[in-house]
């Protein structure tokens, strides 16, 4: 569900014609002068009979004639059912004749017919406690709404126009980011001049007047930018395999080769882009990024690889989208991020591109490298300088048709809030992958969020700043070629990067965050965070947050002792506080239980070594170790309880699940002893390094569970790439294994899971990931010897013998015929059986032909 801020601002229509579509002037080339002939006498009898035919519906068709025949919108259409409405409800949209352009490269004006007034609940609340159509006008609110963010996503607009026709009642609505503002009701029956005065200035503005930026150009097909798109997103042979540990070959320093997965991003976004709303759209930009100097950049771009969820029940105001883009000086393929940023009203935040070009020049590693940055000049939203006066009430008051149509009218009690946003434009060298599609081991994903972590400590040593936005979208992977100490050649090596720096706030800032600022991913957010949304953010925030994310993606992607990955997943990143979070569990006990209606059982990660025995990883090791980090923490706040506690430290020597459980001596230790191991990121990335120093050759990956409780929870799931799942028993070339497989050395199977060498695994194993299910049902035990002799004898005694199935030889003929012809008869056998044709068989020679029997007649 598709939504946009829920600000409703009302205005004067005057007021809103004159500001958002004003009339040129005289002697502009845009001005068209007003026409009203038609083959009705008077626009006033035409524009009442429209309201006397509509009888209870939209009157779609009668308006669309109307505007047609009276030649109110001269050079222009309405067309009528544009797009899906519900019920008798209509879509119509303004279409210039003349213009040939495909319609995402012009400005899209659109006029929903509804059956009532959407906006009447919202302008007399109190007058109207009970609606009856108040689910239909959500609903109506709900459509127009996923529209305009429709368009908002296909196109580049600094806002979006529809407008709103119920009966004889027609209202102006404008849309941007931070709100809408909508005109008063107006009687078109009534006051038929406001109707034809609102269709002549429509016809007359330009597209930047109608919302569309004027630093996006759109590419039309046999342009050169087209041909230069194309070019450059068919895949060559060239260029760099990026999976980690790949040898590189040939020349490192030719510009034209890139990375693969980058080409195959630009070539799916431009060709093979089937999600919504981009399915038989192909919109294609040459964007402006203006530079420092003066100058400008310019880029082109696709449709984006990365926007926010039409389906989603909220949309970010910020309405970010992530491109591909190619560099028009360079031909290179770089990082495009367009957005609406938050106006600096309080100077808690920096320009992301700032503090990108601030750790750049730092030497900062693992962030992302700037290029250009820029704050679009003029563009910026005006719902917020709509706002009612002081001295007018938020909700306003009940107004009577009669007064004059003077008020500006605030619906959203939360108005405060409205704030100012700027389009925002960045650009970046790197193109970076979302970690978790490939990652294939633990220690991939350690070094990842390491390299993370080191990215946030030297921001906050650099600039004093903090990211306030850790999550797993904002982790991501970047391969990076350098020289082996092993083999001396150029090897792709995984790097971290920690990136969307938009939210970062200075470390000594001690104002809670306004509510603007709330804008995060909150599965990931600290629990004392979670409890208090506007809590001042400090560095254990951030680390226990890093915590968070290596769980994300280690529960989802390697293997565990979770039994149900959803309902965990459920309960310990829930976006609300609460007694049995997963995460005060966590904090109270320095513990991650696998199921907290069972806090007892640890949550333990595990992997297979050489002789395919389950042991423990150094990612179990690491966790435990930050869980209880994050519990000293917990318990030293506040400083006041600083007596000595006696608990039991976690076991954090490695060990094989197979060895003897060793006894845990109880320690009495001071939380703010382990606390103040949170103040800074030394004592979590020393962690991190003595994991990867860990020899970590078991195998730990088991493939996604994004979408099943566990590994092999579903029937025939499948892998997002495609790949079978682990549960389907599959061996390494495809074949699926049968019920009863065998060893290659021609042992057999028991029922329960065997490891490879024949031992059996223990009751308490965790991985049951690696026991075959049959998905299709229950699995039928194999019956005992004992259990069929005691069978009472079947019914059909015929069916009962055939059970064994004799050999061919032993069958019965069913046929003697067909029996003896299913072997080609010998020349003395056929004889036997026909003579004649047996003679006949072969031709004579002519010498033993007959004579040819004379006609009847003749002598």
């Known amino acids: 569900m598709a939504a946009l801020p829920k600000t409703y601002i009302r205005i004067p229509k005057q007021r809103f ?13 845009h001005y068209k002068p007003k026409t009203r002939r038609g083959k009705f006498p008077t626009l006033a009898v035409a524009a009442k009979a429209v309201a006397k ?16 025949d009276q030649k109110l919108a001269p050079g222009f ?87 709103i026709v119920h009966d004889s009642a027609i209202r102006l609505s404008r849309w941007d980011r931070s709100g809408t503002v909508f005109s008063r009701t107006t009687d078109y029956a009534a006051n038929p001049s406001f109707l034809a005065d609102v269709f002549w200035r429509l016809t007359m503005l330009t597209d930047i007047q109608l919302g569309m930026d004027p630093t996006a150009t759109p590419i039309l097909p046999g342009s050169e930018e087209y041909d230069l798109m194309e070019r450059l997103s068919v895949p060559s042979a060239d260029d760099f395999p990026y999976d980690e540990g790949a040898i590189i070959e040939g020349d490192l320093d030719d510009p034209s080769r890139v990375f693969k997965y980058v080409r195959e991003k630009l070539d799916e976004s431009l060709h093979k882009c089937k999600k919504a709303p981009f399915v038989g759209v192909n919109p294609r930009w040459k964007l402006s990024v203006p530079t420092e100097d003066g100058g400008i950049r310019e880029f082109l771009v696709g449709p984006p690889f990365y926007y926010p969820d039409l389906n989603s029940w909220w949309v970010d105001p910020r309405v970010g989208r992530t491109y591909i883009a190619i560099d028009c000086t360079t031909e290179k393929l770089v990082f495009l991020k367009d957005a609406w940023r938050f106006k600096d009203v309080d100077h808690l935040t920096e320009r992301e591109g700032l503090v990108l070009k601030q750790l750049n020049d730092a030497g900062v590693p693992h962030v992302p490298t700037l290029l250009c940055e820029a704050e679009l000049p003029g563009q910026q939203t005006k719902t917020q300088l709509l706002k009612p006066s002081n001295h007018e009430s938020s909700w306003g008051p009940c107004f009577d048709e009669a007064i004059e149509d003077t008020e500006v009218y605030a619906v959203d009690p939360s108005l405060t809030e409205v704030v100012e946003l700027h389009h925002y434009r960045m650009v970046v060298s790197e193109v970076c992958f979302v970690i978790e599609t490939c990652f294939k081991t633990g220690r991939q994903l350690v070094s990842t969020m390491r390299d993370a972590i080191f990215a946030h400590s030297r921001a906050v040593e650099v600039l004093g700043r903090l990211h306030c936005d850790i999550s797993p979208g904002n982790i991501m992977a970047h391969p990076k070629i350098e020289v082996s100490a092993e083999t001396g050649k150029p090897t792709v090596r995984w790097e971290g990067m920690l990136i969307d720096w938009e939210l970062n706030r200075r470390v000594e800032e001690h104002r809670p965050q306004p509510r603007r600022m709330l804008l995060r991913t909150w599965v990931c957010v600290s629990y004392r965070f979670l409890q208090d949304r506007h809590k001042v953010l400090t560095i254990p925030d951030e680390l226990e947050s890093f915590l968070y994310v290596l769980l994300w993606h280690a529960v989802w992607y390697l293997r565990h002792n979770i039994g149900v990955v959803n309902a965990f997943h459920a309960g310990f990143f829930a976006e609300r506080a609460s007694h049995d979070h997963g995460k005060a569990l966590m904090l109270r006990q320095g513990r991650i239980s696998v199921n907290r209606y069972l806090p007892a059982t640890t949550l333990e990660f595990t992997g297979l070594d050489d002789e395919n025995k389950v042991t423990y990883t150094p990612l179990d090791n690491l966790v435990k170790h930050l869980a209880w980090l994050c519990h000293a923490q917990w318990l030293s706040w506040p400083i006041t309880s600083m007596e000595a506690i006696h608990v039991e430290p976690p076991y954090l020597e490695g060990q094989s699940r197979w060895a003897p459980a060793r006894p845990i001596p109880a320690k009495t230790i001071i939380p703010l002893e382990l606390a103040k191991k949170m103040q800074d990121h030394s004592a979590v990335l020393k962690l991190f390094d003595d994991a990867l120093k860990k020899p970590w050759t078991m195998n730990d990956y088991v493939g996604s569970r994004t979408k099943s409780d566990s590994v092999d929870a579903k029937p ?22 049968p019920a009863n497989a065998r060893r290659p050395d021609g042992a057999k199977k028991p029922a329960d899971a065997q490891c490879p060498d024949g031992a059996k695994k223990p009751a308490d194993a965790a991985e049951n990931v690696l026991r075959p299910k049959k998905l299709n049902g229950r699995k039928r035990a194999e019956p005992s010897k004992a259990a069929e002799s005691l069978k009472p004898p079947r019914r059909n005694p015929v069916r009962a013998a055939r059970k064994g199935g004799p050999s061919p030889d032993e069958r019965p003929a069913r046929n003697p015929v067909r029996a003896v012809r299913e072997r080609a008869p010998s020349p003395e056998e056929l004889l036997a059986r026909n003579p004649v044709r047996a003679v006949r068989k072969r031709a004579p020679p002519p010498d033993e032909r007959p004579a040819k029997r004379q006609r009847r007649g003749i002598l």
């Open 716 to 737: 025939d799931g499948q892998n997002p790439d495609g790949a079978k799942k682990l549960a389907d028993a599959q061996d390494p070339d495809g074949a699926k294994k």
């Open 77 to 163: 259409k309405l067309v009528i059912s544009v797009g899906t409405a519900k019920g008798d409800d209509r879509w119509g949209q303004l279409v210039a004749v003349q213009d040939k352009r495909p319609p995402w490269a012009k400005p899209q004006i659109f006029v929903r017919f509804c059956s009532h007034d959407p906006f009447s609940d919202l302008e007399r609340p109190i007058e109207r406690p009970c609606d009856a159509h108040k689910d239909y006008r959500k609903e109506v609110r709900f459509d127009i709404t996923t529209k305009v963010q429709e368009l908002f996503t296909v196109q580049f607009l600094t806002a979006a126009y529809v407008i």
């Open 17 to 29: 014609l004159d500001d958002f579509w004003p009339t040129p002037a005289p002697g502009s080339p």
């Open 53 to 68: 035919s509509a009888k209870g519906k939209p009157p779609a068709d009668a308006l669309a004639k109307l505007v047609r």
